[in-house]
């Protein structure tokens, strides 16, 4: 049963639960939980993360804590019982948690280790803080180290900063707003300490430090290297100052024995000191640690017979040193023990011992040497700070290692009152002594005692150095042979101070003989007492004593006898009747010097002090002994403080007339001494002193009498050092007076309270007396009033002992009101007494309410002068964040409510002005002051306090005045941000008391701003606040972590809700004034309902449809609530504000208001604009701000132009969005495309002087001088973009303007730069651009694209499967569409994307131009792909039953027409389709188009050779001829002759018979032109080549024969194969020319005409539109499946006619993948869908061998010259599956061998020169298609097309492509076009560039690079087969202007045909072919290497024929290699030929 429970409330996860039970909560590790019930083992409760979700859990996973339970039951809140601190850390730590992981992500290693390491130590500081075992300072300390590491990961994580007091977490609604922003203050510093590392004591919060930190240096001796020595030794330490010349520390000693090790075996580890009480300025000194080595043994250290062995000597062996400046920086940073290596010297003379410390830090190296390397010291050193009990407490093992304290000579800086120090440290400096008539100098010892005034001995009151225990003699060292030694050893006395006074010291004289015997004989003694007779120590000085003979029996017992003779000189003046015949005799020649330093708290050396402190007994010399106390000093005076203080009030009480003023300034000098830092702790001293010792009852008397009479005369004194002096001890006075006045008040019962009340009113009167003073003209009396303001505040405590607070107030308020009122008296003195108005406030006094209200005007006076002043900002600031804390504080009392009052009255108009003043400044700190001023006081503020404010105003003018100012100040204090990003609470904060304030001043505004007395101005500035407030980055809560976001929501509300609701109420309120804030406050309103809060879009969107009700109430519309929405919902979407809920909301909100109107039809039109609008706005902030592509945020920003233009009409948003798109233009590099977007802002502006405002990034001018630089830039665009066609209408139109004005230096730049267009048109290459149809499908498309078809221009080149691949990377959810179909609905309404993607053929518009017979390929090419707007693609498919005899019979084409909405190129690379249109084109029409497009080739290709055009090499002419005739061998065009010329046919199809009859002329005249081609070849064929010339004319014979039956007599047309021709036969057999006239007799066809049969034709196999797709042989998959010699076989059948087998030119070969709409075009650019095409079997793929009875016919063709490849016609032999395409390895036979016929497609070269014979080429198609033929001779649907009669074709139409090679394999049969033809004569065949075939030839180019010609794919196959032929290996750039004549100038184009062409003409012509790139984008030779063609916006994008191998290229290769797709680019002119052949060599090699 589950029951409550009691003490289990609270406990953290140890284990996490997964929740597998019935209602089981899931848990994490770490996380805490309420617990609510428990049943046997399992609690109850809920997740602290999920409140809202309870459940079960064990409970044995969660460990309970200590809680508080507060309303306890259903709704009960539980607080872990714990230190805030350490829930702070568990807060932070899960907090950072996930920000830490995201460190690593973001690879910001460094910070992710940095933060790792400091989690790890705030859990370890949290263990120590749980584990309870801490004392309260080392919680302290944990605590001060937790949060330095919160503060510091908080500031680099971005978090906010937390304000601490105290280390704990302070309540903001507990403190003043003032002492907040100080704590935030003062977090920051701790933060910026922290993150900096500097190692300095931070000073608690509100703590001043003024103490100095005290440096201790640790040492520690780890060994002592040496190897010569044998004997023991003692090392002293010392600090030594080398600037000074002294040491400043006592010695640490260090006693070793003679193996190194210390003597004392429990000294081991222990060797160490700490050197104490260092200052900063000591460690700025030259200080150096020196170290003297004392070995103990024999005098000399390597003679053993000098001394005897058992006497041991001290003598000096070695010194070291180590400079610790040199040290100081490392020892800084490590912070840890540190080793240094001391080398030790030895002295190369003994008698400079003394000095040879300072002989090795000067580097004197003559005077000392190096014994040995290893001899050495290795110490540790570390430097500590703090005072000795920090130290002790920091580092306990330091301590516990034996420490030896090592104290500095003297006192440190700061004398603690508990330090008793009595050390007297001798020098034993040096002695003179006689040689005594020996003749070597003496080895003196000196040996020293302490003796007693008795003569005893003092034991243990002897230190030879700290670390070793005190003795009771001494013994110097011994310096050998030296009768002058120098020591310069420092010995410590620690004499008890019992003991000190009558006690002595004697020091005895021996010479240390080195005889056997060592003895050491006496021979002479010095003593000296340790005080004088007068009571003073021995002063610090040198001392020379006086040096008496005596001998070895010389006794001292009875020390009397020598005690009585004088030690020193002074001591001989003192008593100078000294009898001589004392047993002891002064040597007069010798000497001995001493010097000493006393440092004790209780022995003095002043004489002045003494006989102070013994003033009776010098009783007429106490003026002079008072006057001589300030020469003492300071140490003195504070050893003996108390013993001072009191003689001093002794004196005073026995002659208070006589010596009081004496007494007065001595008190004053003590208090002021006490003022100085190094005494400064000396204070509780004299505080104790005056408490408890202090017993000068009548003192105060005296001393308000001397403080009275020194106030008074300083109006007079000139002199007022001793005033002011005075005035700075006024606090310790008047504890004196105070004290003493209690004392007397004890002893007499309250006696003269009266008088003293009076004495103390009077005083006060002086104090006012000389604050009132004038000082401007004093300095002097300046710094007295500095003074005595200054030390004013500290007398308040102690008057508050007598009097009340009120009557202390009362005098605290007369001396501040005394004080000047102006703000004139000097800056010093103004900062003085505001500092003293501070201290006052700070005082305890002021914390009384009793007191505020009395001295509260007087401090908010002054303050108001000054801010008035805008003087000393920072202190007035200061004293008002006292008053404002000390009111918080206070704010339960009743009296609060009238200081509020008060300060309201006082300061809020003028701390608003002054936020103005400051905010204008941008004075950032002064600003937080002062709003932090500004908040505290309306924090404070209640209704009462707005109600009095607000009715205090005398008129309304005032009132406004006040609005606009509070309401400009929180705006700046919104905008200007006052506050850092991080200080959050603080923030928020003000937020809360700016709504607050801002409800109650609402209301105000209302009653008076709002009827008749309307003010714009006061309301524009209000609603302006509110929508600033609302648009605070502070509180849009979404961006916020949840667990933030619910405290702050706990807390404030949603404080936007709460103002968005005033906002609204107040609009409301405005009534009919409404009008007024229209537009104005549109754009604003906006900018609220954008904001992601739903409640505040619900208050406020409503707010429009006021607006538009009331704007169409006053002007019958609402236009201009309609232009600004529109314009201000454009920038602040592009802001990235809204989202797609705001639209949805916003239309549903106004629609439904709306609806209710009269006007609602135009409210709806325009509310569904608005919503469409923001529909592509935010697809364009998506596009812009995500990593789109270029693509789609080009296209985003044309479809947002777009309708700003057409339906919303927006000019100058037209005119941004133009701009911005010419810009993302220009970055893609797309030129062409920035251009015509810039033209369309040119098109709206005319040729008018109308001045044009500044807009955008134009300057202020006249429409002319825009539009005139308008077309410059859009020329020069033009002209990057390789786009001159377009540019030359500008330059034409500019000239225009030009000549119209005279301005003809214009006019001349303007036409030259169009000449030089024309020659780049002529000259320069361009790149023919592929297109491409994509359809995008789904609702998850952005709105501008969604279920749209659009056709795009390609980058250069770009084919198909790149394009595929662009487009899926810009849209990765995308999936590819495998089929060309439209989609049903279900694909256009899923929530997907759907990709339809093939390619597609321009159908040009300048159909005039191409026609022309003399223009210029160059330019025909530029309109083939320009300003094209209708575009095709082709499907093949059967209709009716498929004749599996002859497939023929039935295939049709469908071909699709595509027409934009606008022309490309245009503003875009791509445009929505308009237009769609269907036609089917009949197998009949499809067969005329295939037959009259090779014709056409044919008579271009010998054009070009009977016009010397191909330069020699006559490949190219014999594979053309090769693949026509040689089909014949097995039929040819049989398969035609077949389908179309049988009985059954022409009975069924009696309407065709016209078109039959065009057939056959059609093959009639191809027999033709075989000839006239054969009779050309005969010419020019090379003599090793003769054999294939006689097989060529062998088999032109049989196809001839094969004909005969059909065409009696055509074996009588050619003469280059039969003795007899016709008439018609001598035409073409004629050596003579065909003239112009001829061409004109034989044409049938207008060129209208052709362009259409040609230009548009699917079954072109001559051009890339693929215009034969009716000739395509379609063979079933079961012909993949057999051998390949049947197939070849099948292949051959298809191609009866020998005259067609060249002409295969609409084959489209279908790779198993790929599909092709037009599979009967191999040049189409269209892929079938892949619905229709089955694929082919992996066996089909390709043939591994031939077999032997076909290799005849490839060794053959491998004997020929390369030659470029070229695709067959679908009528000649290629095998084709039942889908209308080809197998891969019969792919390859095509692309190898027929590719031969195919011109190139360069724009630089006319048709005749496309057809130039290229360099040598392994394979011909024609060939490669006999040898094809078995593979395909068991299908059964093959179809033998019949011969046809010959007939004139256009020039040109010749071009053989094989784009379609790679087209998938289908089931839906190919279709063809509809087509119909004209008879035309036979002509001479020029080569004319008007051929609609030879034009379109590298326009294909498809979005694919394949020539396939149709809707990708997207499978691995389709990507990496190539369905282009193989390209030539050579071109030749033509000539501009004419393809006919290198000389353009002089020869008509149409010339005759010649025969007669020399062979080495021919050869020399065949050597300047520049060679052909395989791959174009990498090996492209632009025209000028150093210019290359800038790449994206090309307007033409030619195909470039792929190199083929130039031997031994297995067919399976060629099958199986995937090809990519190629366009083609021409060398330069000035190619050598050696580049061209290098050029060739190295494609091959790639090939290869």
Known sequence: MWTPTEEEKYGVVICSFRGSVPQGLVLEIGETVQILEKCEGWYRGVSTKKPNVKGIFPANYIHLKKAIVSNRGQYETVVPLEDSIVTEVTATLQEWASLWKQLYVKHKVDLFYKLRHVMNELIDLRRQLLSGHLTQDQVREVKRHITVRLDWGNEHLGLDLVP???????????????????????SRQSVQQSTSQVDTMRPRHGETCRIPVPHHFFLSLKSFTYNTIGEDTDVFFSLYDMREGKQISERFLVRLNKNGGPRNPEKIERMCALFTDLSSKDMKRDLYVVAHVIRIGRMLLNDSKKGPAHLHYRRPYGCAVLSILDVLQSLTELKEEKDFVLKVYTCNNESEWSQIHENIIRKSSAKYSAPSASHGLIISLQLLRGDMEQIRRENPMVFNRGLAITRKLGFPDVIMPGDIRNDLYLTLEKGDFERGGKSVQ???????????????????????????????????????????????????????????????????????????????????????????????????????????????????????????????????????????????????????????????????????????????????????????????????????LQDILDTLFVILDDNTEKYGLLVFQSLVFIINLL???????????????????????????????????????????????????????????????????????????????EQFRSSIQELFQSIRFVLSLDSRNSETLLFTQAALLNSFPTIFDELLQMFTVQEVAEFVRGTLGSMPSTVHIGQSMDVVKLQSIARTVDSRLFSFSESRRILLPVVLHHIHLHLRQQKELLICSGILGSIFSIVKTSSLEADVMEEVEMMVESLLDVLLQTLLTIMSKSHAQEAGEYVSCLLSLLRQMCDTH?????????????????????????????????????????????????????????????????????????????????????????????????????????????????????????????????????????????????????????????????????????????????????????????????????????????????????????????VTSVTRLMERLLDYRDCMKGEETENKKIGCTVNLMNFYKSEINKEEMYIRYIHKLCDMHLQAENYTEAAFTLLLYCELLQWEERPLREFLHYPSQTEWQRKEGLCRKIIHYFNKGKSWEFGIPLCRELACQYESLYDYQSLSWIRKMEASYYDNIMEQQRLEPEFFRVGFYGRKFPFFLRNKEYVCRGHDYERLEAFQQRMLSEFPQAVAMQHPNHPDDTILQCDAQYLQIYAVTPIPDYVDVLQMDRVPDRVKSFYRVNNVRKFRYDRPFHKGPKD??????????????????????????????????????????????????????????????????????????????????????????ARYQEAFFDKDYITKHPGDAEKITQLKELMQEQVH???????????????????????????????????????????????????????????????????????????????????????????????????????????????????????????????????????????????????????????????????????????????????????????MMLLLPTHRDRPSSAMYPAAILENGQLPNFQRALFQQVVGACKPCSDPNLSVAEKAVPAAPSSWSLDSGAREAQPFLSAHT????????????????????????????????????????????????????????????????????????????????????????????????????????????????????????????????????????????????????????????????????????????????????????????????????????????????????
């Open 675 to 753: 003022r100085d830092i190094k005494y400064f702790h000396f204070r509780p001293v004299m505080d104790t002193y005056i408490q408890k010792h202090f017993a000068g009852a009548l003192a105060y008397k005296e001393l308000i009498r001397c403080l009275k009479w020194y106030m008074d005369c300083s109006a007079e004194l000139i002199r007022q050092d001793h005033i002011q002096e005075a005035m700075r001890a006024l606090e310790y006075l008047f504890k004196f007076i105070v004290q003493s006045r209690i004392l007397y008040s004890r002893a007499t019962c309250g006696m003269e309270e």
């Open 1444 to 1533: 599996k005899e002859n497939e023929f019979k039935s295939l049709w084409i469908e071909r699709t027409t595509l027409t934009l909405t606008h022309s490309l190129p245009g503003i875009s690379r791509w445009f929505e389709v308009e237009r769609r249109e269907l036609v089917e084109v009949s197998p009949l029409e499809n067969a005329i188009q295939v037959v009259e497009n090779k014709n056409q080739e044919l008579r271009a290709l010998i054009s070009q050779y009977q016009h010397k055009q191909v330069h020699g090499n006559v490949n190219l002419l014999s594979m053309c001829l090769n693949g026509v005739i040689d089909a014949a061998v097995n039929g040819g065009i």
């Open 1569 to 1755: 032109v075989l000839g006239v081609g054969l009779a050309v070849h005969e010419k020019f064929v090379h003599p090793e080549m003769r054999p294939l010339h006689k097989k060529l004319i062998d088999q032109f014979q049989m196809m001839r024969a094969s004909l005969y039956h059909e065409f009696p007599g055509l074996d009588k047309l050619s003469p280059a194969c039969s003795g007899t021709s016709t008439p018609r036969g001598n035409v073409l057999a004629s050596h003579s020319p065909m003239s112009p006239e001829n061409i004109k007799m034989t044409h049938r066809h207008s060129p209208m005409n052709l362009m259409g049969t040609g230009r548009h034709s699917s079954s072109s196999l001559s051009s890339h539109t693929s215009s034969e797709a009716g000739n395509v042989v379609m063979l079933g998959d079961s012909s993949m499946g057999e051998a390949p010699e049947d197939l070849y076989h099948h292949m051959q059948l298809a191609y009866p006619n020998p005259r067609y087998q060249g002409s295969v030119t609409n084959v489209s070969v279908l790779s198993s993948s790929q599909a092709s709409p037009s599979s009967s075009s191999l040049s189409s650019t269209h892929s079938a869908p892949s619905q229709m095409i089955t694929s082919a079997p992996s066996s089909a793929r390709g043939s591994p061998s031939l077999p032997d009875k076909y290799r005849h016919a490839r060794e």
């Open 442 to 640: 003496k080895n003196i010892e000196v040996t020293m005692y302490v003796l007693y005034a008795d003569g005893e001995i003092l034991k243990d009151c002897i230190s030879l150095g700290s670390g070793e225990p005190n003795r009771s003699s001494y013994h110097s060292f011994v310096l050998y042979h030296s009768n002058s030694p120098r020591w310069g050893e420092i010995i410590k006395l620690p004499i008890p101070i019992d003991r000190f006074r009558g006690s002595h010291l004697r020091f005895e004289f021996r010479h240390c003989s080195t005889k056997d015997k060592g003895e050491k004989k006496l021979f002479g003694f010095a003593f000296s007492p340790l005080m004088r007779d007068d009571g003073t120590t021995l002063s610090d000085d040198i001392h020379e004593l006086y040096v008496y003979k005596c001998d070895e029996n010389s006794t001292f017992n009875n020390h009397a006898l020598y005690l009585g003779l004088p030690c020193c000189k002074e001591d001989y003046n003192g008593c100078p009747n000294i009898p001589s015949s004392l047993i002891f005799q002064r040597s007069t020649k010798e000497s001995f010097f001493i010097s000493t330093q006393l440092s004790s708290t209780k022995l003095t050396q002043n004489v002045d002090l003494l006989a102070l402190l013994k003033w009776k007994a010098f009783p007429d010399r106490i003026m002079d002994i008072l006057g001589r106390l300030r020469h003492v000093s300071g140490e003195e005076i504070v050893k003996f």
């Open 946 to 1166: 707005y109600q009095h404010l607000l009715d205090n105003f005398q008129s309304k003018d005032e009132l406004k005045e006040f609005l606009l100012k509070i309401f400009c100040v929180f705006r700046n204090l919104m905008k200007m941000s006052v506050f850092p990003r991080d200080w959050m609470v603080m923030r928020l904060l003000t937020s809360n008391i700016i709504v607050t304030t801002v409800q109650y001043l609402s209301s105000a505004l209302h009653k008076n701003f709002t009827e008749t007395d309307f003010d714009f101005k006061v309301w524009n500035s209000y609603f302006s606040l509110a929508v600033l407030f609302i648009n605070q980055p502070s509180l849009q809560l979404e961006i916020i972590t949840s667990t933030k976001r619910k405290k702050i929501l706990d807390k404030y509300g949603d404080m936007r809700v709460m103002m968005a609701y005033e906002l609204f109420s107040m609009w409301q309120n405005l009534g009919e004034h409404k009008i007024h804030f229209i537009p104005g406050m549109i754009g604003p309103f906006l900018g609220v309902t954008l904001v992601p809060q739903p409640e505040v879009r619900n208050i406020m969107i409503p707010i429009f449809h006021d607006m538009m009700d009331w704007e169409q109430r006053k002007n019958g519309n609402f236009k201009q609530v309609e232009a600004e929405l529109i314009d201000k919902l454009d920038s602040m979407v592009s802001e990235g504000k809204g989202d797609e809920s705001y639209r949805e909301l916003f239309g549903l909100l106004l629609l439904e208001k709306v609806e209710q109107e009269t006007w609602r039809e135009t409210g709806i039109s325009f």
């Open 164 to 186: 601490r007091k105290d280390f704990e977490v302070v309540d903001a609604d507990q403190i003043s707003v003032s002492d907040l922003y100080k704590m935030h203050l003062s």
């Open 1837 to 2048: 649907g093959c179809i033998l097309a019949p011969p046809v009669p010959p007939r004139s074709l256009l020039h040109g139409h010749y071009s053989l492509h094989f784009d379609a090679f790679h087209h998938p394999l289908g089931d839906t049969p190919p279709a063809l076009p509809a087509r119909t033809l004209r008879k035309s004569p036979l002509h001479p065949i020029p080569a004319s560039p008007t051929s609609p075939q030879s034009g379109l030839d590298g326009s294909n180019s498809t979005l694919s690079g394949s020539a396939s010609s149709g809707v990708s794919s997207l499978s691995e196959s389709n990507f990496g087969h190539s369905s282009e032929a193989p390209p030539r290996t050579d071109t030749m750039d033509s000539v501009p202007s004419q393809a006919w004549n290198a000389d353009e100038d002089l020869e008509p184009p149409y010339l005759p045909v010649h025969y007669s062409l020399s062979e080495s003409a021919v050869l020399d012509s065949i050597k300047a072919q520049p060679c052909r790139s395989h791959s174009a984008p990498g090996c492209v030779i632009p025209q000028d290497p150093m210019d290359p063609p800038a790449l994206p916006p090309k307007p033409y994008h030619p195909r470039l024929p792929a190199l083929e191998h130039d031997e031994g290229m297995l067919l399976r290769e060629e099958a199986e290699r995937p090809r990519g797709l190629h366009r083609k680019a021409s060398l330069p002119p000035g190619s050598t030929k050696e580049e061209q052949a290098r050029m060739a060599w190295e494609h091959s090699r790639g090939e290869q």
